[in-house]
């Protein structure tokens, strides 16, 4: 049985506030393609959710660790899906990427905290 990894991505919105109002009508339930919301789910993930404060995103991403892991076999299936093609050029134009990161969009973030993996006091 398949494990569920939780993974998290941030990027910038062009700082532009009739852009970003854009972004987040896309954004809106039934905004996106079908084909694109079909496509993620067909890559195993069970919840996506974009938060957003000011120009910044983040995205965190719940997904089954075996197709977590095939980076590649995704990249490739994105790459022959039109519809997935179309979305992101469409996505890039409101996107800025970060200053440290300038050829990717969505940069995956380090988990660098749990409170799960905290010691627990038991006095």
């Known amino acids: ?3 569920i990894v939780r993974r998290c991505f941030v990027v910038d919105l062009v700082d532009d506030p009739e852009s970003i ?3 987040r009508e896309w954004h809106k339930p039934g905004g996106p393609p079908r084909a694109v919301t079909d496509a993620i789910r067909a890559d195993g993930v069970n919840d996506l959710q974009i938060w ?3 120009d910044r995103m983040v995205m965190i991403m719940e997904q089954d660790d075996t197709l977590a892991a095939d980076c590649a076999a995704k990249a490739a299936r994105d ?3 039109p519809d997935v093609q179309a979305w992101d050029a469409l996505m890039r134009t409101f996107q800025r990427p970060l200053p440290f990161a300038p050829d990717i ?3 995956e973030m380090q988990r660098i905290y ?3 993996a905290q010691p627990i006091d038991i006095g």
């Open 21 to 23: 109002a854009r972004y």
């Open 105 to 107: 969009t969505w940069v």
């Open 52 to 54: 957003v404060v000011g």
């Open 1 to 3: 049985m398949a494990e």
């Open 114 to 116: 749990s409170l799960a």
């Open 79 to 81: 790459a022959a899906n």
